[in-house]
Structures are given as structure tokens and as C-alpha cells.
């Protein structure tokens, strides 16, 4: 189980640190700069551009005219170099010690990033940063405990040798983590042998069932994604009277077979408990829907925590219909390739949440996104930002990556002193284009918001959503796939059709769909548990249970997914809203 606090943390003097660092941020970010350049002046990368880690008299303006903008793209075959075993100082100085894999769902693949002691580093930095300011506004009891969904997939080891596993699993499996988090992590409620289940499913139960034996101590119910914590629940419903059973008489379901977790799981149950089994029966029968299924399973929890915004905004609706009263905190903004920005402002809520860029985490570059779409400009400074703009992120940190277009389009909120406060718009790529229409995952979602609103009137829900553009038409058309809650009449689903087809207010596309060269929108309803099959094929890919994002749009490339959302389909609508 991950060990008791025994360090005293400090809070005043961690946020005393953040608020120096920020009102020198443009200092910072010079001075952070230099330190990559000169750990890895020996990369052949950089090496090739001129860049040798000396000291220039501007070492800024040399490394932004001498290195260029670069995609996961154009590093995938220095990455694959390291990835095969190549010891040579490739991208870093020296070779890394584990190589992280992304979740593969925003581009149908998952790919290869370099995990450093250096990344590892300024994770914990992080963490301690937002949990000083999360801890201010929500104080936790020394003795309390966390109920934490986390899913730490096993590491393999690649054909050159090198560890390679998901971020989260590089994190929590990454020697320091424990001591690192000692200071500010509470006890978590599941023993390490769930944690590292090879088995998630059987993780998920486990966790749900160690948070009930310890509902009085949880203080927070964690998970990575809001994504996490809405399955949890939802999974809650269909299991919580086997795990009622399995209090009450003292004996762990037949479900659990993983050795070391039956073993672990069965000491935590050791005797028992009928009172508890009876308490959470009652509090079970007790609620109407599920609201506040949340506070009335841990009396003492004080907020709800995991990333909310961007593709995680679709599951706060039901995230806090399970939430009740408890405060929603939003998770910290960062990527599988490092961490950008801290929740200094825990008591916004997830639509208004906003992120302070750490100065010293990366050098970090935005490029600003033209509202035409039309001639790309220069990238400006952390500190150059203006208030009310949006950008691209651009990062170089310490573990190789230089001038690294994340893809992610942020917009500048404020300022935290002189560091910007930022939130998460959507992925820059288009995800439904045919031809002059350009609708992001922002886009995708507000119109699959608009119509999920007819659909409440019926008491049904969206339980999640996709999209394809569909090109085998004459013309091509967008197609929405949509896993709902129970059963309603047609003439209601094809409403939902209409608004969905209206609720793109791009101009490129309601023009094209008036002149007939965008066909009508397409909505396919799924069988009940098609989502959960597209997860299991990542899952089965490597993906990490608590690093899963589903995939809003699904290209021809990801023939598999798409296989499994269309052999689904139980019916078809299309949309008469321009006819």
C-alpha cells in the first residue's frame, strides 16, 4: 500500500516558491532553456542544427532560428532509433531510462515518447505545486485516506532493450515516485497488488470494494480522466450487491483471480461485517437515480479529482449527477510528453478551470491560431502571450523533444504574476472536414450537447460518442456514433439527428450542406457496451486503463475501431434538417 506521510509538507513555502518563480517567469524560461541545451549538447539532433550547448550571447533567438518546428512526425525515427536499442546520444545527452507510449486514441495509434528522470522530476514538482493550492482550499486529514482509480499497466521491454510502458505506468512504477509523493499522498485505500493488476477489470472491483471498507477515512476519490470516474460508478451499480455480499459474510467474490490480488484483497476483508454490508445497502436503496451516489458511499470526502476539461468535458454532467454537493476539482493540463500547467484556482469549476504554466517544466513557445486558418505566424514567448488569444503549444523539455508541436490550441485567460493561466480549447488537427467545413472536437462536442438536450426530455442520456467522416457517399457525409441509455421512439432520435446536424455552426459546412456538397448527417445508434468493446481494443493495443480517451473521430486509418462501432449499429437516422 503506498506508505503513510512521514515528511512534513509545507505548503506556504511551496506556494511562496511558485509565486517567485512566476513573477520572474520570463528569467526562468531563459535560464530553463540553458540547462536543456547544455544536459544535451551532445545530441546528435540538436547537433545537426548547429546547436552545441555553449553559452550564446542570445541563446533564445539562436535556438529558435537554428532548430525547427517539429510534429511527432518528423522525430518518429530518431525515437525508433532509441526504441531499437541505439545508445548513441540521439535526442538526449544520455540514454533514457524508459520510453512512454500514449494511449493511440487521438490519432488511431499509439506513439513513442522519451521518459526521463528529469520528467519524472517535474512531475513531482507538479504534484506538490497543485496540491499545496488544492490543499489550501480543501485541507485533508493527515490520517485520511484517498480512494485513488489508478491502473498501472506492466512495463515490456522493447527488442533493443529499452523499458517502454504508458506515461502513468513509467510514473507510478519509477523508484521515486513513493518517496517523492510520501509528503502529500494519502494512504491509498487498495493495496499496491490492484494498482498493478495485470487484470483492470478485476482492479476496478477491487478499488471499489477497498474504498467501501475504508468509507469513513476517504478524504478524495481520484482518477486520471473523468472518463475513469464515471465508469467506476457506472460499474458501481451493476456490482454493488456482490460487494455488499463479499462485506457482509467476510469472503471475496469468485470473480477476483489474479493471486496476488485475491491474497491482498482477502486480508483487507478478513472478517465480517454485516453492519457495513447493511449500511451500504440502505444508502444504496435510499438514492434516487444514483445522485449522489458519491457522498453518500464516503460521508467525509471533500472534492471529486481528475482532468475534466477538453475530451473529458462530456462526462461531467454525470460526473456530478454521481458527485452531488462534492466539488468538482479539475486535474492539472499536461501530455504523455511532460507536464505544461498546475490547477492554482481548485475552486473553479471544470468548465471554468484554468491552468498556471511552471516556468521551469519546459521551455515552452505558443503559435498563434489564425481564425482563418490562413498563414501560419510566428510562435511568441511564455511571457509575450496576450489575454483573450488563442495558441498552439509549442514545448522543448529535457527529455528531447525541441520545438515540439503538441497540437493542443489553448487560450490565454489571465495571468498568475507574469506566467499566463490557460485554458484547454481542443486538438488543433480538424477531426470532420470534406471540404471547406473545418469542425473540431470542440465543435463535435457542443453539437452532440445540443441534441443530447432533446434526448434528457425522454430521461435517456448519451453515454458516449464518436464520429467518421464517410466518404463513400456521393457526396461525403458526417456520421454520429451515439450509445444511449435505454430505448425511445424513432420520431425523438431523428429530432437528435437534426440537431446534431444543425448544431455545427461552422460556415464552410452550413454552406456546403445547403448547395447538396455535404450529404445529410448520418446518426447510428449502438448496442448497449459498444464503447467498452472499442476500449478493450486499446487496452488490448497497450493503453493503460487510467490513460484511455475514446476517440472522437475515427479515421479510415483505425479500421479496427470502426469495424467495431459499425458492426454495432442497431439503427440509422439521417438528418432532414436542410431539406
Known amino acids: 500500500m503506498l506508505e503513510k506521510k512521514v515528511e512534513t509538507f509545507n505548503m506556504n513555502r511551496v506556494i511562496d516558491e511558485f509565486?517567485?518563480?512566476?513573477?520572474?517567469?520570463?528569467?526562468?524560461?531563459?535560464?530553463?532553456?540553458?540547462?536543456?541545451?547544455?544536459?544535451?549538447?551532445?545530441?546528435?539532433?540538436?547537433?545537426?542544427?548547429?546547436?552545441?550547448?555553449?553559452?550564446?550571447?542570445?541563446?533564445?533567438?539562436?535556438f529558435k532560428a537554428l532548430v525547427p518546428l517539429v510534429t511527432d512526425f518528423e522525430l518518429e525515427p530518431y525515437i525508433k532509433r532509441m526504441v531499437d536499442g541505439d545508445t548513441s546520444p540521439i535526442l538526449t545527452g544520455h540514454p533514457v531510462p524508459a520510453i512512454s507510449l500514449s494511449s493511440g486514441t487521438s490519432q488511431g495509434r499509439p506513439k513513442f515518447v522519451p521518459f526521463t528522470d528529469e520528467l519524472m522530476e517535474n512531475t513531482l514538482q507538479l504534484f506538490r505545486t497543485a496540491f499545496a493550492f488544492r490543499n489550501r482550499e480543501f485541507p485533508i486529514d493527515?490520517?485520511?485516506?484517498?480512494?485513488?482509480?489508478?491502473?498501472?499497466?506492466?512495463?515490456?521491454?522493447?527488442?533493443?532493450?529499452?523499458?517502454?510502458?504508458?506515461?502513468?505506468?513509467?510514473?507510478?512504477?519509477?523508484?521515486?515516485?513513493?518517496?517523492?509523493?510520501?509528503?502529500?499522498?494519502?494512504?491509498?485505500?487498495?493495496?499496491?497488488?490492484?494498482?498493478?493488476?495485470?487484470?483492470?477489470?478485476?482492479?476496478?472491483?477491487?478499488?471499489?470494494?477497498?474504498?467501501?471498507?475504508?468509507?469513513?477515512?476517504?478524504?478524495?476519490?481520484?482518477?486520471?480522466?473523468a472518463h475513469g470516474l464515471v465508469h467506476a460508478f457506472r460499474t458501481f451499480e451493476q456490482v454493488w450487491e456482490e460487494i455488499i455480499t463479499d462485506i457482509k459474510h467476510g469472503v471475496l467474490s469468485s470473480r477476483i483471480t489474479v493471486p496476488?490480488?485475491?491474497?491482498?484483497?482477502?486480508?483487507?476483508?478478513?472478517?465480517?461485517?454485516?453492519?457495513?454490508?447493511?449500511?451500504?445497502r440502505n444508502k444504496c436503496l435510499s438514492l434516487s437515480n444514483w445522485y449522489g451516489l458519491i457522498p453518500a458511499l464516503f460521508p467525509n470526502a471533500k472534492y471529486v479529482y481528475g482532468i475534466m476539461t477538453g475530451s473529458m468535458e462530456p462526462y461531467v454532467k454525470k460526473l456530478r449527477h454521481y458527485a452531488?454537493?462534492?466539488?468538482?476539482?479539475?486535474?492539472?493540463?499536461?501530455?504523455?510528453?511532460?507536464?505544461?500547467?498546475?490547477?492554482?484556482?481548485?475552486?473553479?469549476?471544470?468548465?471554468?478551470?484554468?491552468f498556471a504554466v511552471i516556468p521551469n517544466l519546459?521551455?515552452?513557445?505558443?503559435?498563434?491560431?489564425?481564425?482563418?486558418?490562413?498563414?501560419?505566424?510566428?510562435?511568441?514567448?511564455?511571457?509575450?502571450?496576450?489575454?483573450?488569444?488563442?495558441?498552439?503549444?509549442?514545448?522543448?523539455?529535457?527529455?528531447g523533444l525541441y520545438r515540439y508541436r503538441l497540437g493542443d490550441v489553448v487560450k490565454i485567460m489571465s495571468f498568475y504574476n507574469k506566467t499566463p493561466q490557460l485554458k484547454f480549447i481542443c486538438r488543433r488537427n480538424l477531426i470532420l472536414s470534406i471540404n471547406i467545413d473545418k469542425n473540431t472536437e470542440r465543435d463535435l462536442q457542443l453539437s452532440v450537447e445540443s441534441a443530447a438536450k432533446r434526448l434528457s426530455e425522454e430521461k435517456i442520456e448519451v453515454i458516449d460518442f464518436s464520429s467518421h467522416v464517410d466518404l463513400s457517399t456521393e457526396p461525403g457525409h458526417y456520421v454520429i456514433f451515439w450509445e444511449i441509455s435505454?430505448?425511445?421512439?424513432?420520431?425523438?432520435?431523428?429530432?437528435?439527428?437534426?440537431?446534431?446536424?444543425?448544431?455545427?455552426?461552422?460556415?464552410?459546412?452550413?454552406?456546403s450542406r445547403k448547395?447538396?456538397?455535404?450529404?445529410?448527417?448520418?446518426?447510428?445508434?449502438?448496442?448497449?457496451?459498444?464503447?467498452?468493446?472499442?476500449?478493450?481494443?486499446?487496452?488490448?493495443?497497450?493503453?493503460?486503463?487510467?490513460q484511455f480517451k475514446m476517440p472522437r473521430c475515427v479515421k479510415p486509418s483505425n479500421a479496427k475501431v470502426l469495424q467495431i462501432l459499425c458492426e454495432n449499429v442497431v439503427s440509422r437516422f439521417f438528418s432532414t434538417a436542410f431539406e
Open 19 to 62: 509565486d517567485e518563480m512566476t513573477r520572474n517567469a520570463d528569467q526562468v524560461q531563459i535560464q530553463t532553456l540553458k540547462e536543456i541545451l547544455h544536459k544535451n549538447k551532445s545530441a546528435i539532433y540538436l547537433r545537426n542544427f548547429g546547436i552545441n550547448g555553449d553559452t550564446t550571447a542570445d541563446p533564445e533567438e539562436d
Open 142 to 225: 493527515d490520517n485520511g485516506r484517498a480512494l485513488q482509480f489508478i491502473f498501472s499497466s506492466k512495463q515490456y521491454i522493447s527488442t533493443g532493450g529499452v523499458p517502454i510502458g504508458t506515461a502513468t505506468t513509467n510514473v507510478y512504477r519509477n523508484p521515486n515516485f513513493k518517496a517523492g509523493m510520501r509528503s502529500i499522498q494519502s494512504l491509498c485505500c487498495s493495496p499496491d497488488e490492484v494498482i498493478f493488476s495485470p487484470d483492470v477489470h478485476q482492479a476496478l472491483y477491487c478499488h471499489l470494494l477497498s474504498g467501501i471498507l475504508f468509507r469513513d477515512q476517504v478524504q478524495y476519490v481520484f482518477a486520471p480522466f
Open 260 to 280: 496476488s490480488v485475491r491474497t491482498a484483497m482477502s486480508k483487507l476483508l478478513a472478517v465480517p461485517n454485516p453492519e457495513l454490508a447493511e449500511t451500504i
Open 324 to 354: 452531488g454537493d462534492l466539488p468538482l476539482v479539475s486535474h492539472d493540463y499536461g501530455s504523455s510528453e511532460g507536464w505544461i500547467a498546475a490547477n492554482v484556482t481548485p475552486r473553479l469549476s471544470p468548465e471554468e478551470a484554468t
Open 362 to 399: 519546459g521551455y515552452f513557445e505558443f503559435l498563434p491560431v489564425s481564425e482563418t486558418g490562413e498563414g501560419e505566424q510566428e510562435p511568441v514567448g511564455l511571457t509575450d502571450v496576450k489575454i483573450g488569444q488563442e495558441y498552439e503549444v509549442v514545448l522543448t523539455n529535457y527529455a
Open 486 to 511: 435505454g430505448e425511445t421512439n424513432e420520431d425523438v432520435l431523428q429530432d437528435c439527428c437534426n440537431c446534431l446536424d444543425k448544431g455545427f455552426i461552422d460556415a464552410g459546412y452550413m454552406s
Open 515 to 546: 448547395c447538396k456538397t455535404i450529404g445529410a448527417l448520418e446518426l447510428r445508434v449502438l448496442e448497449k457496451g459498444t464503447f467498452k468493446k472499442v476500449q478493450e481494443h486499446f487496452l488490448g493495443l497497450g493503453s493503460s486503463a487510467g
